[in-house]
């Protein structure tokens, strides 16, 4: 393993949240170190065998932490840094992310080590199909359920779903979710994490006396979650006042129209440039004082020095661990309301576990249904995790924490060791 790698230290603040977790819930330290490791890990050899008749040869991972509370459920990423502390971490915060949302999956990722921009579409299907044949004997739709991540979409998806279709010789839509609507998709499943990250954010907001009407947001990040947060909080009458994405930050403070930067970021490729907006450096969006910041793009950003700049009120975390260890001690300090990841970003695994259930049945469900359905999820998960952050007197992250890894900690406990 690399030990500078970022996905070493997410791994580290991982570990460490659990820890913490399990020493506030008295959970004995045999079942911290049982799931300090994952249940299995797969890493697969994927060659391809290039245009110019070159052989190039990628390797791909799929982590299974737990099955405690289902089958194994998670994103596949392409990227060209992923390694395997990365997509450990990630696993485990899917067991975490599913325990909290009371779903019954446990906790898995996956990668492959490439960067899709540079790769024909050809390619980019070979690798996802000999990935997915190297996989197929692990996967299943009551095994291990993939979904889209950072990089992969509805089209990877499609070929994922049809690699293990043709391998067993049949169709199972059911094992994989993230599917394109017409191919066994869900309705609402590519709004639905911005759409979960809203509902928390509205959910704190009401908790904290903030009138979510002229609530001041700013966004880092304007992809899937970011835009999706965007587009809700402003029709519920949030100022969405600055949002960044890798080239840039822009500014209003009045507020951003939401619709019409959707539009310009499609015709531009950035959100620089939009009408009446000033653009600002991408570090000063995160200090900058607004009610609600919401990081949606990356890991690791907030970090201690950030922290001390940080303004807002609540900080929602779209992304998956966009603070660290240092960073989180100090915003709590500060008294900064937490929305942490596993609670505010589970609006995709949600909806992709109504996609699950509705491709069991083989049924189809109208967006509304699939939204109001996500909506009562997510608030019953935003109000557990409130009672516990209440009753065991610590702030929002180690709250989740403490709520997830007890249920996971509870079904490892009943279900023993066997053989
Ligand atoms: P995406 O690729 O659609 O969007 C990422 C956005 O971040 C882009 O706008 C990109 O320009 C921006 N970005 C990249 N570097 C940046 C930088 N230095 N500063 C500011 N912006 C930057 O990805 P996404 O699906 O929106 O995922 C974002 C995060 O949310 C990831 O951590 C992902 O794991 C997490 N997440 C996504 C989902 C989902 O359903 N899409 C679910 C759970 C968690």
Same mark, same amino acid.
Request: with cysteine.
């Given at each position: 393993?690399? $030990? ?16 913490? #977790?399990? &020493?506030? !819930? ?6 911290? &170190? ?54 450990? /971490? ?8 599913? @325990? !909290? ?140 006042? #600055? ?32 009408? $009446? ?29 950030? @922290?001390?700049?940080?303004? /807002? ?19 709590? &300090? ?50 557990? !995790? ?11 992250? $180690? ?21």
């Amino acid at each position: 393993m690399n $030990d500078t790698s970022i996905g070493t230290v997410f791994l580290e603040n991982v570990l460490g949240n659990v820890k913490n #977790a399990c &020493e506030l !819930a008295n959970i004995p330290v045999e079942i911290y &170190e049982f799931l300090k490791r994952p249940k299995r890990i797969i890493i697969v050899s994927i060659p391809l065998r290039a245009r110019d008749g070159s052989l190039k040869n990628f390797i791909g991972y799929r982590v299974q932490h737990s099955d405690a509370l289902g089958p194994y459920k998670g994103g596949i990423r392409y990227y060209p840094t992923v390694d395997l502390d990365e997509v450990t /971490a990630l696993a485990m915060l899917m067991t975490y992310k599913c @325990a !909290a949302l009371s779903l019954p999956f446990g906790g898995a990722k996956g990668g492959v080590a490439c960067d899709p921009r540079k790769l024909s579409l050809e390619d980019l299907e070979r690798i996802t199909r000999r990935y997915t044949y190297m996989i197929s004997s692990v996967i299943g739709p009551y095994v291990d359920i993939p979904a889209p991540d950072v990089y992969t979409d509805a089209r990877v998806m499609a070929w994922i779903m049809d690699t293990y279709s043709q391998l067993v010789g049949r169709q199972v839509p059911e094992v994989v979710t993230g599917k394109p609507v017409y191919l066994g998709g869900c309705e609402g499943r590519e709004e639905a994490t911005g759409y979960g990250t809203f509902i928390t954010v509205r959910e704190a907001c009401k908790l904290l006396g903030i009138p979510l009407k002229g609530a001041r947001v700013a966004i880092q990040g304007f992809g899937n979650v970011g835009r999706h947060a965007a587009l809700h909080l402003s029709s519920f009458g949030a100022k969405v006042v #600055a949002v960044s994405d890798s080239k840039g930050a822009i500014y209003r403070k009045e507020g951003l129209n939401v619709e019409k930067l959707i539009e310009h970021k499609k015709a531009t490729g950035e959100v620089r440039g939009f009408q $009446d907006s000033t653009p600002i450096d991408g570090d000063e969006l995160l200090g900058l004082e607004v009610d609600v910041l919401i990081p949606a793009a990356l890991e690791g950003v907030i970090n201690k020095e950030v @922290a001390e700049r940080v303004r /807002a009120k609540i900080v929602a975390e779209g992304a998956n661990g966009p603070t660290t260890i240092e960073g989180n001690k100090v915003l709590q &300090e500060k008294g900064v309301f937490i929305v942490p990841d596993i609670l505010a970003n589970a609006g995709g695994v949600t909806t992709s576990y109504l996609e699950w259930i509705q491709n069991l049945q083989r049924e189809h469900w109208p967006r509304e249904k699939v939204l109001s359905t996500l909506e009562e999820k997510m608030v019953k998960a935003f109000n557990d !995790a409130v009672e516990t952050h209440r009753r065991i007197e610590a702030g929002m992250r $180690d709250a989740v924490m403490v709520l997830a890894v007890s249920r996971v900690a509870l079904a490892i406990q009943t279900l023993g060791i066997w053989p």
